[in-house]
T-cell receptor
Framework: GNSVTQMEGPVTLSEEAFLTINCTYT??????LFWYVQYPGEGLQLLLK?????DKGSNKGFEATYRKETTSFHLEKGSVQVSDSAVYFC??????????FGAGTTVTVRA | KAGVTQTPRYLIKTRGQQVTLSCSPI?????VSWYQQTPGQGLQFLFE???????NKGNFPGRFSGRQFSNSRSEMNVSTLELGDSALYLC?????????????FGPGTRLLVL
């Protein structure tokens, strides 16, 4: 079946540090890949997505590139802010309409 | 455009009771999916509805059921509640014009079973 593995947290960073969250996947066919973010007490917000190999998704300074050869979709941000503190989920959807999520990575950014 | 709305936002029930949660999708979206989020199991897919038909179902017992109405609004029901059903229940909607359409989430309903 489809599955997503993302790096375990928690991750603690200082403001303006570089953030990377690793994500790899297993899927049949050609999935679409997503990063969602969840702030405390809220639902999931779509952060970015990529629908085919070599696509780069970007939003709010975050980027991730769909790498089919390494089945990866790592999330990066060059300079984090305190407001980026949240839980980040890597996810995919293949031919079955359902999102398969990674376990989530908690990121805390200190001023 | 209004986002996905879920009601109620918070709910407290006791074991053995049943509960119904409601979800209104983004206008024009025809697919509604439900997910359960718990600290131990993470985010798990419950089921997905499109045009009032269940198209996909996750690995949950029959106590969990859902339906979709002609206006695309959806409800999920959990009967004979157990302590382990305490969770955040998230609803997501999508256009569903193809199988890999982006899903947009509501704020969730937090259910506590005592």
């Amino acid at each position: 079946g489809n599955s997503v593995t993302q790096m375990e947290g928690p991750v603690t960073l200082s403001e303006e540090a570089f953030l990377t969250i690793n994500c790899t996947y297993t899927a049949t066919g050609y999935p679409s890949l997503f990063w969602y973010v969840q702030y405390p007490g809220e639902g999931l917000q779509l952060l970015l997505k990529a629908t085919k190999a070599d696509d780069k998704g970007s939003n709010k300074g975050f980027e991730a590139t769909y790498r089919k050869e390494t089945t990866s979709f790592h999330l990066e941000k060059g300079s984090v802010q305190v407001s980026d503190s949240a839980v980040y989920f890597c996810a995919l959807v293949a031919n079955d309409y359902k999102l398969s999520f990674g376990a989530g990575t908690t990121v805390t950014v200190r001023a | 455009k209004a986002g996905v709305t879920q009601t109620p936002r918070y709910l407290i029930k006791t074991r053995g009771q049943q509960v119904t949660l409601s979800c209104s999708p983004i206008s024009g979206h025809r697919s509604v999916s439900w997910y359960q989020q718990t600290p131990g199991q993470g985010l798990q897919f419950l089921f997905e509805y499109f045009s009032e038909t269940q198209r996909n179902k996750g690995n949950f017992p029959g106590r969990f059921s859902g339906r979709q109405f002609s206006n695309s609004r959806s409800e999920m029901n959990v009967s004979t509640l157990e302590l382990g059903d305490s969770a955040l229940y998230l609803c997501a909607s999508s256009l569903a014009e193809d199988r890999v359409e982006t899903q947009y989430f509501g704020p969730g309903t937090r259910l506590l079973v005592l």
